[in-house]
């Protein structure tokens, strides 16, 4: 186990799918709207319109900063040094 946070790299993908995945919500958004009458039209007007703008602050919503802490590591002793001897 480590204190060690998640990488930049870990992070920002974690955020690219959750973007895609609300962008792929409001594809089917859109589908529904064609498909469907009453309420449900409504409710997916209102997803096609309003899930691009939370899709973008979900993904540009950066996971703060944890202070970490570090605990030294002793290195291995030299196994080289042992079988010369």
């Given at each position: 186990?480590?204190?060690?946070?998640?990488?930049?790299?870990?992070?920002?993908?974690?955020?690219?799918?959750?973007?895609?995945?609300?962008?792929g919500?409001?594809?089917?958004?859109?589908?529904?709207?064609?498909?469907?009458?009453?309420?449900?039209?409504?409710?997916?007007?209102?997803?096609?319109?309003?899930?691009?703008?939370?899709?973008?602050?979900?993904?540009?919503?950066?996971?703060?900063r944890?202070?970490?802490r570090?605990?030294?590591?002793?290195?291995?002793?030299?196994?080289?040094?042992?079988?010369?001897?």
């Amino acid at each position: 186990m480590t204190s060690a946070q998640t990488s930049s790299t870990d992070d920002q993908s974690a955020r690219v799918k959750r973007y895609l995945t609300m962008m792929g919500l409001r594809i089917v958004c859109f589908g529904v709207v064609f498909i469907t009458t009453g309420w449900l039209r409504w409710v997916a007007i209102i997803g096609a319109v309003a899930l691009p703008y939370f899709a973008v602050v979900v993904a540009n919503a950066v996971r703060p900063r944890e202070v970490g802490r570090i605990t030294p590591v002793s290195p291995e002793p030299d196994r080289t040094k042992r079988l010369e001897q």
